[in-house]
């Protein structure tokens, strides 16, 4: 286990709804990336925070967004869902800058299954 | 765009044989390769890393070979057990910057 946790494990949702997702990053790390992962698929990188900024964006439109709070929980948020945003949304987090004693290594949680009908 | 590669999605080995996955990755500047093992309901596991200084890293059973020459990634697994039947994907990074990760490769032990 790494201690990363997703909410919730599953979600239904129709076209044109909005979405939230949860997750809490593992103890001790600051920083945490989302992806998208279609079905037969790598991960797709969709944006990273770092102490409550968002650290850097992948090929994603602005209705994807994403928050991270004081204690380095994040949730991301999705408006106007389409049939294509149908994935397994993934949470990771990482300790950035690494120290002597760690890594910049992402450890991820299991991940949101969203269903959009 | 900058992609990292498999060069087979699907292997199948004999269990106790050594399993072998290679990835082919496009960008010169990447400086940081992770495998991950995904199993089915599961989010991506961490199994090893490989900074670029390096071009070999060992862990328990699992072997990462860097050749930055032709970049080029593989995991190497010993002995192969039934719990390794899963998904394995490369993935590269420079320090502090998107992963990028590789379409993937499905490992079927055979009993």
């Known amino acids: 286990e790494t201690g990363v946790t997703q909410s919730p494990t599953h979600l239904i949702k129709t076209r044109g709804q909005q979405v939230t997702l949860r997750c809490s990053s593992q103890?001790?790390?600051?920083?945490v990336s989302w992806y998208q992962q279609a079905l037969g698929q790598g991960p797709q990188f969709i944006f990273q925070?770092?102490?409550?900024?968002?650290?850097g964006r992948g090929n994603f439109p602005p209705r994807f967004s994403g928050l991270q709070f004081p204690n380095y929980s994040s949730e991301l948020n999705v408006n106007a869902l389409e049939l294509d945003d149908s994935a397994l949304y993934l949470c990771?987090?990482?300790?950035?800058?690494?120290?002597?004693?760690?890594?910049?290594?992402?450890?991820f949680g299991p991940g949101t299954r969203l269903t959009v009908l | 765009g900058e992609s990292v590669g498999l060069h087979l999605p699907t292997l199948s080995v004999q269990e106790g044989d050594n399993s072998i996955i290679n990835c082919a990755y496009s960008?010169?500047?990447?400086?940081?390769f992770i495998w991950y093992k995904q199993e089915s309901g599961k989010g991506p596991q961490f199994i090893i890393d490989?900074?670029?200084?390096?071009d070999k890293r060992q862990g328990q059973r699992v072997t990462v070979l860097l050749n930055k020459t032709v970049k080029h990634l593989s995991l190497q697994i010993a002995a192969t057990q039934p719990g390794d039947s899963a998904v394995y994907f490369c993935?590269?990074?420079?320090?502090?910057?998107?992963?990028?990760f590789g379409p993937g490769t499905s490992l079927s032990v055979i009993p």
């Open positions: 103890s001790g790390h600051n920083t």
């Open positions: 990771a987090s990482s300790l950035l800058p690494p120290v002597a004693t760690s890594t910049d290594t992402q450890y």
């Open positions: 925070y770092y102490r409550e900024e968002e650290n």
């Open positions: 993935a590269e990074t420079t320090s502090y910057d998107k992963v990028i």
């Open positions: 960008n010169s500047a990447s400086d940081y």
């Open positions: 490989i900074r670029s200084n390096m």
